[in-house]
Nanobody, 128 residues
Framework: QVHLVDSGGGSVQPGGSLRLSCTAS????????IGWFRQAPGKEREVVSCISTSDGSTFYADSVKGRFTISKDNAENTVYLQMNSLKPEDTAVYYC?????????????????????WGQGTQVTVSS
C-alpha cells in the first residue's frame, strides 16, 4: 500500500521561498514518477512539476520554470519541491502523487488522472 505524506507548506510574502517534502512508504522510490500538483480555490487541479525517480528527469509547468526545483533523495524515499520567488498566484493546496512507470511524466502526455496515490495536501499561501 503506497502512502504519501506531503509537508512544508506555510505562509510567506511575495518573493519568499518554501520547500515542500513528499515522503513515500510502501514503495521503492526508484520505480515511480512523483508529481507535484496544486489546486487553488475555484480552480481545477494543475500539474506543477514531476520527476522520474529512476533517472532524475524532470518536468515543469511553464508558470514555475526558473523558480521551482524538484529533486529526489532515494535513500530517504523523499521528493522535494523547492519554491523560490513565490508569487500570490502560487497560493494553493499542493499535493504530491505517485504512479508508474517512472518516466510517466517525461515520455507521455499526462494529467492528474494518471496518478493513483496521493498525499493529503499542504497549504501554500503567498500574501503581503
Amino acid at each position: 500500500q503506497v502512502h504519501l505524506v506531503d509537508s512544508g507548506g506555510g505562509s510567506v510574502q511575495p518573493g519568499g521561498s518554501l520547500r515542500l517534502s513528499c515522503t513515500a512508504s510502501g514503495i521503492s522510490l526508484n520505480l515511480d514518477a512523483i508529481g507535484w500538483f496544486r489546486q487553488a480555490p475555484g480552480k481545477e487541479r494543475e500539474v506543477v512539476s514531476c520527476i522520474s525517480t529512476s533517472d532524475g528527469s524532470t518536468f515543469y509547468a511553464d508558470s514555475v520554470k526558473g523558480r521551482f526545483t524538484i529533486s529526489k533523495d532515494n535513500a530517504e524515499n523523499t521528493v522535494y519541491l523547492q519554491m523560490n520567488s513565490l508569487k500570490p498566484e502560487d497560493t494553493a493546496v499542493y499535493y504530491c502523487a505517485a504512479d508508474r512507470p517512472s518516466r510517466l511524466c517525461i515520455d507521455y502526455d499526462f494529467s492528474d488522472a494518471d496518478f493513483g496515490s496521493w498525499g493529503q495536501g499542504t497549504q501554500v499561501t503567498v500574501s503581503s
